[in-house]
């Protein structure tokens, strides 16, 4: 077997190139959260966005009790037009419900703006992130699945994006 | 003598049982299922017992030295197996889809592939650990080879740990990940020297 250099050197550059690596992907994460809007290039689907994902989420008023609000817009790729009566679907871990739950689940229209609010009960951390999922999933356009991460587990309110590409 | 076992006794029995404690009045816990919970706390026992492990095979803790200690790191080990199949298991019960993202690499938490990989490595100490005779592997390489799995399972284990946001409270979360780091430190950069003496001998 060829010599392994097995010295307090050899386990101190082992182990931190394990740490750097691993931490890397925090510093460069990979994956889009809001679009800073580059001519309006479509939105990629987030990994991870689909999880959870049921189809047809009833539109609604409001989830649930309410006290938290998810907010974002819809525009159409390329000129960044906004796009009016988009369903948005909603859906994440709230203090209601866990995410494969039907009551987790709802979904809004967006305004003529482009733009659309819901609110729902207050997201909690599952599986170690504050997080939600949104999913426009009507077929004019191709769907897209986003995950969108809370800055902090108090925060109470979350927003997220779309720019859509036509089907 | 006997004064000072009990209080290392129970500085260890703190470090461990203070951080689930807390964990335990988490306000998360109300909105969360049992098989959740149960997943929570088992990844927290196995962080406990990755503090415990290194200390039981140097033979450090009272009234369990060599090779009492010995025995005792092998059936830990079990049970660390042990709790990290609950957590995983209890997890992937919770959200399959978020599991496999975890497992295939594929998952947007930035602390999934340090979880991940020290599973594997614990996998590899349990499974190397059973058949090593078997596989005719020499005490030095066997050596060798669960020093370096022991690295990846402690520094996997508390970045995962840290970088997770959930049930466990912060500080305490740290300051155990912390004894972790100290314990591991000192007894396999310990090992390692007189691994590295015994070679040049």
């Known amino acids: ?26 510093v460069l994460p990979a994956g889009a959260q809001g679009q800073v809007a580059q001519g309006f290039a479509p939105t990629q689907s987030m990994p991870g966005g689909s999880n959870n994902y049921q189809k047809g989420a009833k539109i609604l008023e409001r989830i649930g009790k309410g ?19 988009q369903r948005i679907q909603i859906w994440a871990h709230t203090v209601e419900g866990q995410e494969h739950e039907p009551q987790s689940h709802g979904a809004t229209l967006t305004d003529k703006e482009g733009k659309f609010r819901l609110e729902m009960p207050q997201i909690i951390p599952l599986f170690g992130q504050p997080h939600g999922h949104l999913a426009y999933d009507s077929g004019e356009f191709k769907t897209v699945f986003l995950r969108p991460v809370m800055r902090s587990a108090k925060d109470k309110s979350l927003e997220a994006h779309f720019i859509l590409q036509p089907a | 003598m006997r004064a000072k076992g009990t209080l290392v006794w129970a500085a260890l029995a703190a470090a461990i049982a203070v951080p689930l404690a807390l964990a335990a009045t988490s306000e998360l816990i109300a909105y969360r299922g049992p098989v959740y919970v149960i997943a929570a706390f088992a990844g927290m026992v196995a962080l406990g017992l990755t503090l415990v492990q290194p200390l039981l095979i140097a033979g450090i803790l009272p009234g369990v030295a060599l090779p009492r200690g010995r025995r005792a790191h092998l059936w830990i080990g079990a049970v660390l197996l042990f709790a990290v199949l609950i957590h995983v298991g209890g997890l992937w019960i919770t959200s399959p889809p978020d599991m496999l993202d975890a497992l295939t690499f594929t998952s947007p938490t930035p602390f999934s592939p340090f979880g991940v990989v020290a599973m594997w490595a614990i996998f590899a100490v349990a499974l190397l ?19 370096s799995l022991a690295v990846v399972i402690v520094i996997g284990g508390v970045a995962h740990a840290m970088l997770v946001e959930g049930t466990m409270e912060t500080l305490t979360k740290a300051a155990l990940c912390a004894l972790v780091l100290a314990a591991a430190i000192k007894v396999i950069g310990a090992r390692v020297w007189s691994t590295r003496a015994k070679s040049r001998a």
Request: hydrophobic share 45%; net charge positive.
């Open chain 2, 129 to 147: 650990a059973a058949f090593r005779r078997r596989l005719g592997m020499t005490p030095r390489r066997w050596r060798v080879v669960h020093l």
């Open chain 1, 67 to 85: 006290g938290f609000w998810m907010s974002g817009t819809v525009r159409r790729a390329g000129d960044g037009a906004p796009l009016a009566g």
């Open chain 1, 1 to 26: 077997m060829t010599h392994v250099k097995f010295d307090r050197r050899g386990l101190i550059i082992g182990a931190s190139s394990m740490l750097a690596a691993g931490v890397s992907g925090l």
